[in-house]
């Protein structure tokens, strides 16, 4: 029986290249916090590059990739050279090459277990080693052109190959990310380009589990960089040329496309020196060898074998040490770790906290008291909430207080240098200030993660319009407003403080200029309740249905007259959204495949009970049907609100904008006008919120 289990071990014992791979691959994602908390470590560890192939948005990761940061570089190059990474590179790969590959490479380890699934599997031909070229055009036109291009001739940063085709990227960073029940507000960023990623990460899945590490052989950039070095690269693979027979069994037994031990394809993995007749091959680091076939090498002494054994146990040993303080180090020691697991509500008074009353805004554009902008509001970030306050030095050396703004429309953008949308968005906002200056306020605010000037590269594009500021390393302003290493994002206040959006990704410039009128809001509330403000202006003076026509044109964004339709019930009746003037409108679009849609649809119900009679809402299903959505419905027992499936062609979907990504949610105020038009899921405090807001 002891054999038994002695020849079991034996025969699945991890090797030592796997043990290295799995040590690597935890020591590359030692932000272990990084999984629980849903957000990317962003301490000055990121400014080093890791040797292997590792995705900079993992949660886990504390270093960037490599193949990212070249991508940088050169989309930089019109403003610093980049000799960090140049130098790097060329460190890594003189001492390495493609041993990096074929041992430090999570993507490699990833690759090598799935193709352990019991399948088929295609064998190495011409064909393949034809293909295995096409990294090198990979790495021309999406790692070096597409970035150099963008930043030359466009001042914008475009990581070509992380955009269009990185599956560790879509893999590591944005499937670690979406996975943490803390970032299901990121869901309604996803779109075509995050589709068509996952599409491609599937199918290089797929093809690794038939064609040994197709990902290596056949895309990979970095495997093309490094593999430039193997021939002058000290710890790899080397041959003994006075033993060797040329009998060609290391090729054939090789799952790369090599024409010899070491060239540009080799991953120096030394499984060829288990073949080789001759026992010519052996893993080296310079003179000194590091692993011997059985046996040993030619060269070998008495003491060698003991020797060898000896070095290993000082390598192993320190490595230990390393990564036990990397995950010790990065998880709990590090300054720039936030102080809790839940770093942003720590950032927010609590809703209970006492509000200090707010100096009056001398530059206000309505002639008010004090108390005019005043909130009652909870704090908090969410929409309805009242943001707290804070107080940021700007790159100008100014200050920005927040409290000062009190009175005027205030925008606060969250961005970097590095972000390609943020930097296209940038420019929407200065328009809109310029427009409306004197009754806006604005302020853009950088990462606390620089990995270029951002003085110097706001001072390049001319931004001078609106106040710039780099967060604060505990991230005070991204803790208040609950920003994330996920960018851009858009905070709006009111004349009183209080938020009325709130969300991740990109804006243009006729949601900017709707958003400002829907926070403008004309004569403050408080002015109404005071009885300062004509008594036909108060927003709860009944009016006649003609006081519920709207001439904003039609369109689904913010500010837009949402267009008509009709469409026929699960119960036979007909919703017409012409029919919901003068009502607040729910419409939300969802599936029985969809979890959070399931999850969510008792809170739209239990909105519509509180305020019935002054509410109409809609929940159309998908046209995808797996399930049938009536039974499901009846099952359910939602009898309170209409459901609907949408056409075959899509009509309600179609002049949303919807679309595969659900549930989205749609609000419109009493004129039938877009106030509310987002992917992802909501809670009640938010359809509360939303509802106070339409009803206006």
Known sequence: MDNVKTTWWQSHRPTTRRLAQLYSALLYNAHLRGFIDGEIYQGAAKYACVPGFNCYSCPGAVGACPLGSIQNALASTGHRAGWYVLGIILLFGLILGRTICGWFCPLGLIQELLHKIPTPKLKKSRITRALSYLKYVILAVFVIAIPLWYGLAHDMPLPGFCKYICPAGTFEGAMGLLSNPNNTNMFSMLGILFTRKFVIMLIIGLACIFCYRSFCRFICPLGAIYGLFNRFNVIGVKVDSNRCNHCGNCVRNCGMDVRHVGDHECINCAKCMEVCNQKAISLKAGTITLRAPAGGCADDKADSEAKRRSLSRVIWGVALAVLCFALIWFNWLDPALPKTLQPKESAVPSASAPVETVPTQTEAPVSATTETYESEAPVGYDIGNQLADFTIT??????????????????????????????????????????????????????????????????????????????????????????????????????????????????????????????????????????????????????????????????????????????????????????????????????????????????????????????????????????DPAEYVKSKEWTDISFAVDTDDDLVFGIVNGSSTLPQTIVLNRSGEVIYNQKGSVTPEMLEALYEQAKG
């Open 394 to 627: 700007c790159l100008d050396g100014s200050e920005f207080h927040l409290a000062d703004t009190r009175g005027k429309v205030t925008f606060i953008n969250l961005w970097a240098t590095y972000c390609t949308p943020c930097v296209q968005e940038l420019p929407h906002f200065i328009d809109l200030y310029k427009e409306h200056e004197g009754d806006i306020a604005m302020i853009a605010v950088h990462s606390s993660l620089v990995t270029d000037d951002p003085a110097e590269y706001v001072k390049s594009k001319e931004w001078t319009d609106i106040s710039f500021a780099v967060d604060t390393d505990d991230d005070l302003v991204f803790g208040i407003v609950n920003g994330s290493s996920t960018l851009p994002q858009t905070i709006v206040l009111n004349r009183s403080g209080e938020v009325i959006y709130n969300q991740k990704g990109s804006v243009t410039p006729e949601m900017l200029e709707a958003l400002y009128e829907q926070a403008s809001g004309g004569t403050p509330i408080s002015a109404v309740e005071s009885g300062t403000a004509p008594a036909n202006e108060s927003r709860t003076a009944p009016a006649e249905v003609t006081s519920y026509s709207s001439e904003a044109p039609v369109g689904y964004d913010i500010g837009n007259q949402l267009a008509d339709f009709t469409i026929t019930c699960l119960d036979g009746s007909e919703f017409h959204l012409a029919d919901t003037r003068g009502k607040v409108t729910f419409v939300n679009l969802w599936a029985t495949y969809c979890t959070p849609c399931v999850q969510e649809l008792p809170h739209f119900i239990d909105l519509y009970k509180e305020h019935e009679g002054d509410i109409a809402m809609i929940a159309v299903h998908s046209s995808l049907v797996t399930d």
